[in-house]
């Protein structure tokens, strides 16, 4: 038995097998990269999508609360009207003579003359 000869089937038979397997592992890298690549495409887009839609409605709420703020503006001055005539009512009814009700009225003297005969 010649001990070098089988030794280099040996070691040709682990050069080969090693071959084949750094083959099986680049194949394995190269798939696996390509699938992390379009995995992150997929997140990309994914988050695109997401961030897109967080936009649309970060406005549509905004929207809506500039639409409620206006609403919550035109009640409260209909209210204010509503006060005003109401309280113009009650003096009318009070004293049958209109006074006003602002001590601060420039005007006051005009409305609260015993004549109005001029």
Known sequence: MNYALELEQI?????????ILHQELDE?????????RDHAEQQAAGLER???QAEEDEKA?????????????LEAEAQEQRDAIAR???ARRANDVVAPYD????????????????
Not at 11 to 19: D, K, L, S, V
Not at 28 to 36: F, L, P, S, Y
Not at 61 to 73: F, G, N, S, Y
Request: hydrophobic letters at 40%; glycine letters at 2%; charged letters at 40%.
């Open 61 to 73: 709420r905004v929207a809506a609360e500039q639409r409620q703020a206006e609403l919550d503006r």
């Open 88 to 90: 113009a009512a009650a």
């Open 50 to 52: 997401v961030l897109a």
């Open 103 to 118: 001590d601060d009225d420039p005007e006051a003297e005009y409305y609260q003359r015993k004549s109005w005969l001029v």
């Open 11 to 19: 070691f040709g038979e682990h050069a080969r097998r090693t071959a």
């Open 28 to 36: 394995i890298n190269r798939v696996t990269a390509d699938r992390d």
